[in-house]
């Protein structure tokens, strides 16, 4: 059984919209949560980490981590056709343990 | 600095065939990490190093899969008789020490097909 889960997609949404990406994870014992961007034939960039309950913003992206309910989003405002790419989330156990993706959500920004 | 870098970019194998991949980690990176990315998925572990130490190798599918890193620096995974279900993107990443150890630093991948 996959320990993070993502709906594959694809999400569609007009630019200019927020994007609601989702996650849930299986290990209560996580610690670490990451989400990733990867455009198509490309390597995965980090672009957001968060670790306590609550939200952290950086620019238009916002990550939101719901531990009791073992839940992580991430939210972009203002999308832009740029933001086009699958967001894969992924969660850590510790610091000295492997980091386990979901499958990732193919995101869409039309125009 | 230069980031991971990883060599070939792209290999096509005949089934049966050894292949060997490498991974040159952003330099002073101690720790370093071995993922297998299918079509459609998201990376899946095969294995971590701390410099020379391989201490999880827990995700390698089979005992065809070995990875070493030697020096603590250029780490290879290697591939025995390759089976078709080995296509993927393998993809390494380098964590740094100090400062910015949550980061893991992708390389481009290398992509294998076997035919």
């Known amino acids: 059984q996959k320990e993070v889960e993502q709906n594959s997609g694809p999400l569609s949404v007009p630019e200019g919209a927020i994007a609601s990406l989702n996650c849930t994870y299986s290990d209560r014992g996580s610690q670490s949560f990451f989400w990733y961007r990867q455009y198509s034939g490309k390597s995965p960039e980090l672009i957001m980490s968060?670790?306590?309950?609550g939200d952290k913003e950086d620019g238009r992206f916002t990550a939101q981590l719901n531990k009791a309910s073992q839940y992580v989003s991430l939210l972009i405002r203002d999308s832009q056709p740029s933001d086009s790419a699958t967001y894969l989330c992924?969660?850590?156990?510790?610091?000295?343990?492997?980091?386990?993706f979901g499958s990732g959500t193919r995101l869409s920004i039309r125009p | 600095g230069a980031g991971v870098s990883q060599s070939p970019r792209y290999k096509v194998a005949k089934r049966g065939q050894d292949v060997a991949l490498r991974c040159d980690p952003i330099s002073g990176h101690v720790s370093l990490f071995w993922y297998q990315q299918a079509l459609g998925q998201g990376p899946e572990f095969l294995t971590y190093?701390?410099?020379?130490?391989?201490?999880?190798k827990s995700g390698l599918p089979s005992d065809r899969f070995f990875a070493e890193r030697p020096e603590g620096s250029v780490s290879t995974l290697k591939i025995q008789r390759t089976q078709q279900e080995d296509s993927a993107v393998y993809l390494c990443?380098?964590?740094?020490?100090?400062?910015?150890?949550?980061?893991?630093?992708f390389g481009p991948g290398t992509r294998l097909l076997v035919l």
């Open positions: 992924a969660a850590r156990y510790s610091s000295a343990s492997k980091i386990i």
């Open positions: 968060i670790y306590s309950n």
């Open positions: 190093f701390q410099n020379e130490a391989q201490l999880d």
């Open positions: 990443a380098s964590r740094g020490l100090a400062g910015d150890q949550e980061t893991q630093y």
